[in-house]
């Protein structure tokens, strides 16, 4: 293409806007159950809602073994992979020594939800869980 870009000729032609994915207002409502412990945790959550939602919109529903692994493991959409996507057991894994485990655990609606993350680098590590044990993999906060 040779053509120079206007501007003013876009503005007339705007991009439609795309239509929000089936089940985004359940998987927002669902996320606000989630008991966060500050105003800060709060904020966040709310600015990054529209992502969180998409994301949990995106998960594949469990077909074979009901396992799912998320990388970068920040508990916000954890404990629904389990409520609202149906997996039946959810694995995190994060950044740090290769055999190590930290506990995490956050509330939804009061109801404790606990996971032991495993530590690992995904860069440089063999994940340390045999290979085709999850059926998903998500590595939505990793940078």
Do not use: W
């Amino acid at each position: 293409m040779n053509r120079r870009y206007d501007s003013a000729r876009a503005r007339h032609a705007p991009l439609p806007s795309p239509e929000a994915p089936a089940g985004l207002a359940a998987a927002e409502q669902v996320l606000r159950t989630l008991d966060l412990p500050g105003l800060e945790a709060r904020a966040y959550v709310e600015k990054h809602m529209p992502r969180l939602a998409r994301t949990l919109t995106l998960v594949p529903p469990p077909r074979t073994s009901g396992r799912i692994l998320e990388l970068g493991c920040y508990m916000q959409i954890t404990p629904f992979l389990k409520q609202f996507c149906s997996y039946q057991e959810v694995r995190g894994g994060y950044l740090g020594p290769l055999g190590g485990a930290e506990p995490k655990a956050v509330n939804v609606r009061g109801q404790r939800f606990t996971i032991t993350l495993d530590l690992f680098d995904v860069e440089r590590d063999r994940f340390p869980y045999d290979d085709g044990y999850f059926e998903t993999v998500l590595a939505c906060e990793l940078i």
